[in-house]
């Protein structure tokens, strides 16, 4: 009990407001991390606390809280490596900020490769992340088996492992602590947030947005953000913009309890699938996103028992273990795979979208980037790159490590 209380003890309460102002500096679209994280950043780093978060649920019921909670900077490119190692050093440092428990752990994360195609693939990751400050080396297979010792290098005869790269500040969190943490950390500076409250439409005056509309009237706003995770072609669209975007379903599992100490977060880069085990002992198992676009929540029996078989080809003792509780969110990809953030060309509104399999990892970075461009006006050189209008210079940001496992 002492242990449980210590852990919840840790988390401010959030400060509901009883009414709204008459408008706001800005008016965020989504109560989920990303949007809790700018409105946190606005108030602690710009002084900007005439904020609204405006969730259609409650905070985190979305994408936030339907992950797989793996903070990583592995990524295939400079631009992406920079950006999600500065997230993941933010994260190292959120429990010591925000004083709430998060569980932050380090655990590395290991991804395997079963071909001379994936072993030069994940050779040059490793370069690149190297010169791009992200600690990520090569293992022989030996080494993975004393790494993980459960690791049949076999493959059940179908998926041998020549090699991994191990990317060792790999880690996990919390998802609803982390979006706690933000939200209270953002309401007790002054900020707004308020749940069940779905926007429907976007104020205009002439070509500038100026608010947004709900059910329960409209929100006047010097700047409104799109932080909206799934859907955001809808909202963007209020704007008349079109975004590069489609929205896909991405399945994971949970088991029963397995014997603690399954340190390091596996994954293959090939079959397209991944495990970790929780604070609580159960194993956590999800694949890649859906090949069909769809906004569909639920999980299916052809994905489960797809990446179910895969997995226990690499670790046998999973398949002794028990399914206890699938669920599926619906994640935004961009055509190349990179998230998009800033300027949409219309005066007034900005998005933070394209995160891929929700960018999770991406929380504590994009919330400052975006605070940042939103109080100075101009967009931070870590963020620089993923611009829409990326797009139309035909400055692409092709990364599928972006997105899933890839």
Same mark, same amino acid.
């Given at each position: 009990?002492?242990?449980?209380?210590?852990?919840?003890?840790?988390?401010?309460?959030? *400060?509901? !407001?009883? #009414?709204?102002?008459?408008?706001?500096?800005?008016?965020?679209?989504? &109560? =989920? +991390?990303?949007?809790?994280?700018?409105?946190?950043?606005?108030?602690?780093?710009?002084?900007?606390?005439?904020?609204?978060?405006?969730?259609?649920?409650?905070?985190?019921?979305?994408?936030?809280?339907?992950?797989?909670?793996?903070?990583?900077?592995?990524?295939?490119?400079?631009?992406?490596?920079?950006?999600?190692?500065?997230?993941?050093?933010?994260?190292?440092?959120?429990?010591?900020?925000?004083?709430?428990?998060?569980?932050?752990?380090?655990?590395?994360?290991?991804?395997?490769?079963?071909?001379?195609?994936?072993?030069?693939?994940?050779?040059?990751?490793?370069?690149?992340?190297?010169?791009?400050?992200?600690?990520?080396?090569? *293992?022989? !297979?030996? #080494?993975?088996?004393?790494?993980?010792?459960?690791?049949?290098?076999? &493959? =059940? +005869?179908?998926?041998?492992?020549?090699?991994?790269?191990?990317?060792?500040?790999?880690?996990?969190?919390?998802?609803?602590?982390?979006?706690?943490?933000?939200?209270?950390?953002?309401?007790?500076?002054?900020?707004?947030?308020?749940?069940?409250?779905?926007?429907?439409?976007?104020?205009?005056?002439?070509?500038?947005?100026?608010?947004?509309?709900?059910?329960?009237?409209?929100?006047?706003?010097?700047?409104?953000?799109?932080?909206?995770?799934?859907?955001?072609?809808?909202?963007?669209?209020?704007?008349?913009?079109?975004?590069?975007?489609?929205?896909?379903?991405?399945?994971?599992?949970?088991?029963?309890?397995?014997?603690?100490?399954?340190?390091?977060?596996?994954?293959?880069?090939?079959?397209?699938?991944?495990?970790?085990?929780?604070?609580? +002992?159960?194993?956590?198992?999800?694949?890649?996103?859906?090949?069909?676009?769809?906004?569909?929540?639920?999980?299916?029996?052809?994905?489960?028992?797809?990446?179910?078989?895969?997995?226990?080809?690499?670790?046998?003792?999973?398949?002794?273990?028990?399914?206890?509780?699938?669920?599926?969110?619906?994640?935004?990809?961009?055509?190349?795979?990179?998230?998009?953030?800033?300027?949409?060309?219309?005066?007034?509104?900005?998005?933070?979208?394209?995160?891929?399999?929700?960018?999770?990892?991406?929380?504590?970075?994009?919330?400052?980037?975006?605070?940042?461009?939103?109080?100075?006006?101009?967009?931070?050189?870590?963020?620089?790159?993923?611009?829409?209008?990326?797009?139309?210079?035909?400055?692409?940001?092709?990364?599928?490590?972006?997105?899933?496992?890839?």
């Amino acid at each position: 009990m002492a242990v449980v209380s210590e852990y919840t003890d840790t988390l401010l309460p959030i *400060r509901w !407001p009883d #009414e709204r102002r008459s408008s706001y500096d800005v008016v965020i679209v989504g &109560g =989920g +991390g990303h949007g809790l994280s700018t409105a946190y950043h606005l108030a602690t780093r710009q002084g900007i606390t005439n904020v609204a978060v405006l969730e259609a649920d409650y905070i985190a019921s979305g994408n936030t809280g339907r992950n797989t909670t793996i903070i990583r900077a592995n990524y295939g490119i400079p631009e992406a490596i920079r950006f999600y190692q500065h997230s993941l050093e933010m994260y190292q440092r959120l429990e010591d900020e925000t004083g709430a428990a998060i569980l932050h752990q380090t655990k590395g994360i290991v991804w395997l490769a079963h071909t001379e195609m994936a072993m030069r693939t994940e050779r040059a990751r490793c370069l690149m992340n190297t010169a791009n400050g992200a600690q990520t080396f090569m *293992r022989t !297979p030996a #080494e993975l088996k004393e790494l993980i010792p459960e690791l049949d290098l076999t &493959g =059940g +005869g179908r998926y041998p492992v020549l090699g991994g790269s191990h990317h060792v500040e790999g880690a996990t969190a919390r998802h609803d602590r982390v979006a706690w943490a933000y939200a209270s950390g953002a309401s007790q500076r002054g900020v707004d947030i308020f749940q069940h409250t779905p926007v429907t439409g976007l104020l205009r005056d002439g070509d500038r947005v100026v608010g947004v509309e709900t059910a329960d009237g409209p929100f006047a706003a010097g700047t409104v953000l799109s932080a909206v995770g799934g859907r955001v072609t809808e909202m963007t669209a209020h704007a008349g913009v079109r975004l590069p975007v489609r929205t896909h379903p991405l399945h994971a599992f949970v088991t029963n309890d397995y014997a603690q100490g399954f340190s390091p977060i596996v994954a293959s880069t090939e079959l397209m699938c991944y495990v970790s085990q929780t604070e609580r +002992g159960q194993m956590l198992i999800g694949a890649e996103f859906d090949a069909q676009p769809s906004y569909s929540r639920q999980s299916s029996f052809a994905a489960l028992r797809s990446y179910s078989y895969k997995i226990t080809r690499l670790l046998p003792f999973l398949r002794d273990l028990r399914i206890l509780r699938t669920w599926a969110g619906i994640c935004d990809i961009s055509a190349d795979f990179s998230p998009i953030l800033g300027f949409t060309g219309v005066d007034g509104f900005l998005v933070t979208t394209g995160w891929g399999t929700w960018g999770f990892k991406a929380i504590p970075a994009g919330g400052e980037a975006m605070a940042e461009l939103i109080a100075t006006g101009r967009p931070p050189a870590l963020i620089a790159p993923f611009a829409l209008d990326r797009f139309r210079r035909d400055h692409v940001l092709a990364d599928q490590g972006s997105a899933g496992t890839r």
